[in-house]
């Protein structure tokens, strides 16, 4: 998952996003550099480098605009949300190149900047409201309480389950009778992911996790072998 931003990057970060909102195009090193009282170009240039490391946007610093935002849709007061189509074993366990796309969403709705998105696939979360096809936002920051709904990892698969505790194990409880509860022992290969702290749920067809690139297909967490269920 992403490194956390310090104070002034996340302030430089929403400062590019509202700028090319309203100008279309993104603001150049010196502009940045007043906006905060920076005299020095390098300090800006090191802030910038920064995001593009910790993957919030790409640089091209030949030129003085050279700044993508990655994941960009131009609506005021907005934020990118990832989503990732799969897991890796172990940590960290969000690789960039299982990035699937974005999802655009009002900063007012979102808790931290390192939140992303996971695809839900089953049935086993419809009674808390989570239903298949839903995306859920996860806030890797948060700390996970008992009763909570978390997204953890087993192994190389994820799952979205309300996490418990009962004596050394932690319980992932479903919200369906018809689905078993997962007991994790002190010895699992087992890891939280973040709490999620919210639900999409999209009544169309459309496909909100393609980015501007339109480089992915598929927003769905398919049952298969190299890609885990969110369930």
């Known amino acids: 998952m992403a490194e956390p931003l310090t104070p002034i990057e996340r302030r430089v970060y929403h400062y590019l996003l509202d700028f090319l909102t309203e100008n279309t195009y993104q603001p150049s090193i010196r502009e940045i550099g007043k ?3 920076i005299k020095s170009t390098k300090t800006v240039s090191d802030i910038l480098q920064a995001l593009a490391e910790k993957g919030y946007i790409e640089r091209d610093p030949s030129r003085s605009r050279g700044v993508r935002l990655l994941g960009f849709a131009a609506t005021a007061r907005t934020q990118p949300v990832p989503i ?3 897991i890796a074993v172990g940590e960290p366990a969000l690789l960039p190149e299982h990035r699937q796309g974005f999802l655009t969403m009002d900063r007012r709705f979102i808790p931290s900047d390192d939140v992303y998105a996971l695809r839900i696939k089953g049935s086993s979360m419809e009674g808390r409201g989570i239903f298949e096809g839903d995306f859920v936002v996860v806030n890797p920051s948060a700390r996970a309480r008992d009763g909570e709904i ?3 990892r087993i192994g190389a698969d994820a799952t979205v389950k ?5 004596g050394a194990s932690v319980v992932l409880e479903p919200a369906n009778p018809a ?3 997962i007991i994790v022992g002190p010895q699992d290969n087992f ?3 973040g709490v999620v702290c919210g639900v999409f749920r999209a009544f169309h067809d459309g496909d909100p996790g393609k980015d501007g690139d339109r480089d992915r297909d598929d927003t769905s967490l398919m049952e298969s072998d190299s890609e885990p269920v969110v369930a």
């Open 35 to 37: 906006r905060f009282r």
């Open 84 to 86: 990732y189509e799969q």
């Open 150 to 152: 978390v997204a953890a």
């Open 162 to 166: 309300t996490l418990t505790h009962r």
């Open 179 to 181: 689905d078993r509860e």
């Open 191 to 193: 890891a939280v992911l």
